[in-house]
T-cell receptor
Framework: GDSVTQMEGPVTLSEEAFLTINCTYT??????LFWYVQYPGEGLQLLLK?????DKGSNKGFEATYRKETTSFHLEKGSVQVSDSAVYFC???????????FGKGTKLTVNP | GAVVSQHPSWVICKSGTSVKIECRSL??????MFWYRQFPKQSLMLMAT?????????EQGVEKDKFLINHASLTLSTLTVTSAHPEDSSFYIC????????????FGPGTRLTVL
């Protein structure tokens, strides 16, 4: 079935380090792809999205490129900040429905 | 834009009582809302899909008589946990879609339910 697989954390980085969180999706159709972020004790916020192959979503210094050839949507940021500490979820629609399928989440901790 | 609120943000109740959680879309009309449950350090589990004016569609394994969902207007959906027990303690999150045919869901801030 439709799914996304993201690298499991936790990931711990120092401030200003480069971040990559891997996400791959099952190649059924050409789904929109999403990254959501969840700060401690809060709901999810849409971080960025891409709707078709080769699209690059970006927001708050984060980027992810929709790669059809590798069925990937890896999240990257060139220089993380302490305030980026959160759990990041990759997601895609479940084909033929209105539902979203989420990855298991990757907890990022950025130390000063 | 696309702001979703939840109320209350946290609630503590005694075992056996019922608790109602509200989910509102503040600046758009949401034809479809979703209710999720999240256990500590885990991903979201979809409980049900709620369409305005019709009965909610529950995911397999979710008791519809236990988790009552009402979507009476285009801006409000409610989840009532009936006869709550400690195992119902969890973080409940709602989301809403801006329009049919779109993929993006906007999430509320969540409600922390603790059943004593």
């Amino acid at each position: 079935g439709d799914s996304v697989t993201q690298m499991e954390g936790p990931v711990t980085l120092s401030e200003e380090a480069f971040l990559t969180i891997n996400c791959t999706y099952t190649a059924t159709g050409y789904p929109s792809l999403f990254w959501y972020v969840q700060y401690p004790g809060e709901g999810l916020q849409l971080l960025l999205k891409a709707t078709k192959a080769d699209d690059k979503g970006s927001n708050k210094g984060f980027e992810a490129t929709y790669r059809k050839e590798t069925t990937s949507f890896h999240l990257e940021k060139g220089s993380v900040q302490v305030s980026d500490s959160a759990v990041y979820f990759c997601a895609r629609p479940q084909g033929g429905s209105e539902k979203l399928v989420f990855g298991k989440g990757t907890k990022l901790t950025v130390n000063p | 834009g696309a702001v979703v609120s939840q109320h209350p943000s946290w609630v503590i109740c005694k075992s056996g009582t019922s608790v109602k959680i509200e989910c509102r879309s503040l600046d758009f009309q949401a034809t479809t809302m979703f209710w999720y449950r999240q256990f500590p350090k885990q991903s979201l589990m979809l409980m049900a899909t709620s369409n305005e004016g019709s009965k909610a569609t529950y995911e397999q394994g979710v008791e519809k008589d236990k988790f009552l969902i009402n979507h009476a207007s285009l801006t409000l959906s409610t989840l009532t946990v009936t006869s709550a027990h400690p195992e119902d303690s969890s973080f409940y999150i709602c989301s809403a879609k801006v329009a049919r045919g779109t993929d993006t869901q906007y999430f509320g801030p969540g409600t922390r339910l603790t059943v004593l």
